[in-house]
């Protein structure tokens, strides 16, 4: 399987709205598999369809490693939809394979309720908390066109310009490969 080339920050797909799948075919899970392998190569631990170019409402996560989290199944969500979100905030320092070498501190619920179709057209419906509804919400993010720089405070944005900027003229090198500009 080869890995496919990540988009990064400045990358028109990424602001785009993402289209329900309407048919879970084989080709769409062939393109999940391709994801899976991606997402793991690039050590990352969840991967929203528009990050490998593909505007489509779906995202992976796997868990398994972070610690505390090893017998976490990895999961697809696909036409994902949040129906609940609690009151309370938390703040974690998130970072996103299409913002290399940003880390940032994102305030969001702590948990959420989500319901999603897996591959087999089964719908389900999971509470989720801690980094689970962490990851989900950022991957959610992804599919409505928004970013960590769009979450945090304008202060931090304003600190932040200066490596989008660098990740935009792509004077950056992560250890993955991610589109050309
Ligand atoms: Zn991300």
Redesign the pocket.
């Known amino acids: 399987m080869s890995v496919l080339p990540i988009t990064v920050y400045g990358d028109k797909i990424l602001r785009e709205i993402a289209k329900p799948i309407e048919n879970i075919d084989g080709e769409v899970i062939a393109k999940i598999q391709q994801m899976f392998f991606t997402m793991r190569q690039a050590s990352g631990i969840g991967l929203a369809a528009n ?1 490998v170019g593909w505007n489509g409402k779906l995202f992976v996560i796997d868990l398994s490693p972070v610690e505390g989290f090893e017998d976490h199944k990895p999961v697809v969500m696909i036409n994902p939809e949040i129906v609940e979100k609690s009151d309370e905030l938390v703040i974690f320092e998130e970072g ?3 913002l290399p070498f940003i880390r940032a501190e994102v305030e969001r619920p702590e948990s959420i309720v989500i319901r999603y179709y897996d591959t087999d057209e089964k719908e389900h419906e999971i509470e989720a908390d801690d980094w689970f509804a962490r990851v989900i919400q ?1 991957e959610y993010d ?1 599919l409505l066109g928004k ?1 960590i720089p769009d979450r945090v405070t304008p202060d931090l944005k304003k600190k932040m310009q200066k490596e989008l900027l660098r990740i935009m003229k792509r004077q950056i090198e992560p250890d993955y490969i991610i589109t050309e500009k």
């Open positions: 990050q996103c394979l299409s950022h992804h970013m």
